[in-house]
Each structure stands twice: as C-alpha cells, then as structure tokens.
C-alpha cells in the first residue's frame, strides 16, 4: 500500500514521474531499483514488530502486502495517474475481484458497461453473483442508458475505454457526474490507454484498475494488476482485502513492470503511430468491412476520444467481408503476427475475440456487444507497419 509523500514528484511531468517516481535508495546507494526477495522483515526489537503490526508505525512486514519492490510500483504507478494510493496485486483479474471484494457487500448492484473483457463478466456473472452481488449492463456509450439502469441498491459504475475489442469510447466526465449525482463510485479499467494516454481519475472517476500483464509490462513477460485511488476506497478498505486475502504481486513482478513504466510513454506513442498507419490501411482493404480505431475520423466516437485521450493505443477491431472462415483465413496466412489473445505487447498479436476472449458468452451476450464472428483484434506492436501490412494482405487476398 502507497501513501502520498514526496517520492511522487509533484511538480514534474508524466514522463520524468515515470522513470523517477517511487524510488528510495538504500544504503547501498544502486542506481536502478533493486528487487527484495525476502517473504518476510525482520524487526529490531519486540516494541518495534508490535508497533508495525498494530499500524502504529508504517514499514515492511511481511510481502503478501508490503514488500519495497512492490512499494516503488505502487507509487510511480500513483504518481503517474495523479493519485494518492496505489494497490498492486497478482493480476489485473485480482484487482477487479479485490476492488469489488473491498468496496461492495451483498445487496449491491453494479452497473457496468456491456463491452468489458470477457474474464470480467464471468466473474461479475458467475462468481460475485454467487455472494450477493448483481450487475446490470448498458450500452456503455449511451449516458441515458447509465442513468436509467441506476437503482437504489446501486454502488458502483465500472468501464473500460477504449473497450475490448471494439474499441468503443465511453465519456468518463459524464459518467463520474452521473455516478456522483447517485452516491456511488465510478471505476475505470484503464488497461489499455496506461495513464500516459489517459488519466481517468482527472476526469472524475474514483478508482482506476489496470491489467499490468499487458502495456505496463510491455513485453508480454509478467502478469500483475493494481488499483489507484484515494486513501480511503484504495488505501483501506481495497488494501484491507488484498492484505487478508492475498492475490499480491511477486517482487519479481513488480520490478520487472516497474521498468516497464520507465519506457511506457516512448512505447505508447509509437504503438499508437503504428496502430493508426495500420487502421488507415486496411480501412482501404476491399476485403475488410469495417474497421474500430479511435483515432480514425469513421469511428462513432471519434471527436470524444480525441478529447478525453492523447492517443488511441496499440489495438484496432476489425471485420472482414464473410464470416469466421473468412476471419479464421486472415489468422491462419500470417507468419509474423503472434496466434495469442495477449495485447500489449512489442510483438503484434492477432486473434478471434467470438472463439478465444470472449468464447465463454453466449451467443446473445456476444451479438449485444457486436462480438461478431467475422471480427478480429489486433494488437499492435513494434514491428515495422510495412512488414505489418504484408503479413495481413496475404490473408486478406483469399477472401472473394
Ligand atoms: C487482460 C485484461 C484484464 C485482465 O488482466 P489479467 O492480467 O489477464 O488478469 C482486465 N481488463 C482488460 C481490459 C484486459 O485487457
């Protein structure tokens, strides 16, 4: 758990917080972050060890919640969303379930956006349903669809945007005011803009949760999560459950991610440089049918996004004239392009979102979220584009 102090940086820039924030250097005076791989701390004597288990005194005591590698990720990880409290935890699906389990009890309702990443409906539909907890689900980019799902029971707004995979836009400032205007808590998964692309919690959403496994670590290495936010929702009552429950992230983890935010800004930039040629590209395909990339002018929500987010990230939708044979086509001609539902990644991943990430749903539940079976996702890394364009145009070519 991070508290504020001045090893955020205030005053800095997004980019300098990022390579600097978080770090205290032992006695040993290293120049990068060392990693602590230690289960647990020793203290200097009895009144010490009482004192940092009653919470008396702030300090390590045992790495299923305070570990220092893990305490400097935490922090620059704050710091770079502009937050007070920072909780990691063992992956991003450990840190949907902590910040349900921390801030909502039975009885409560959660309205959610439709479009969320396939692992987060079954455990909002199949495992939080089971003690107590119900969710309904709107259209995530219509305002009046949020205020009317709303009911006395309700808790807690949760979003993702851009969402996966169809890169639709959700307007945060708008929805915090409607959350706020009905005492309950807007959530933002922030995975796939990291808050060098957007920063939620500026807009007026509470907490923000990530998926570190994917651009924070940025090499498709290490899984990992963690919730930001303020003192109370993150610092207690989200951290009291990490703490007793424990799904925390490994120091090993941590530091592996913690360089990750070093170079997250460079590498967003150019995943959303290339992402965009890319977009532009098969946009002119006579093959493809449709393409959903924020940045490009066709996309519905294309004046929002260029509002609420510097760029439009690493990950296009799109379909193809057919159907799955047509899709699977595309997949199964590439040589350079990963098979793997991974994104976020300096290898570009491709996949087929109605038979992997989202397989689970019903049909019903895939053709509300538009989960079609002639679309596939793209992730989209740092190769060049060109060699990019040729590993598609191969599959593309085959379809009539
Ligand atoms: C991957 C992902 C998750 C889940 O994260 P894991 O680290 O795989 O547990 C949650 N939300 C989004 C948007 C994701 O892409």
Known sequence: MTDSDDV????????????????IRSQEGEHAEPIFLTSSFVFKDAAEAAARFSGEEAGNIYSRFTNPTVTTFEKRLAAMEGADCCVATATGMSAILATCMGLLKAGDNVVAGRDLFGSTIVLFNKILTKFGLDFTYVDSTDLAQWEDAINARTKMLFLETPSNP???????????????????????????????????LNLGADIVVHSSTKYIDGQGRTMGGAIVGDKKNVGEDVFSFLRSAGPSLSPFNAWVQLKGLETLSVRMQAHSRFALELASWLEQQPAVERVFYPDLPSHPQHELAKRQQCEAAGIIAFQVKGGRNEAWAVIDNTELFSITANLGDTKSTICHPATTTHGRLTIEERELMGVTENLLRLSVGLEDVDDLKKDLQRGLDKIK
């Open 166 to 200: 169809l890169c639709s836009i959700s307007d945060i400032a708008a929805i915090a005011k409607i959350a706020h205007d009905n005492c309950a808590l807007l959530v933002v998964d922030n995975t796939f803009c990291t808050p060098v692309l957007q920063q939620p």
């Open 8 to 23: 955020k940086l205030p005053g800095y820039k997004l980019a300098t917080r990022a390579v600097r924030a978080g770090q």
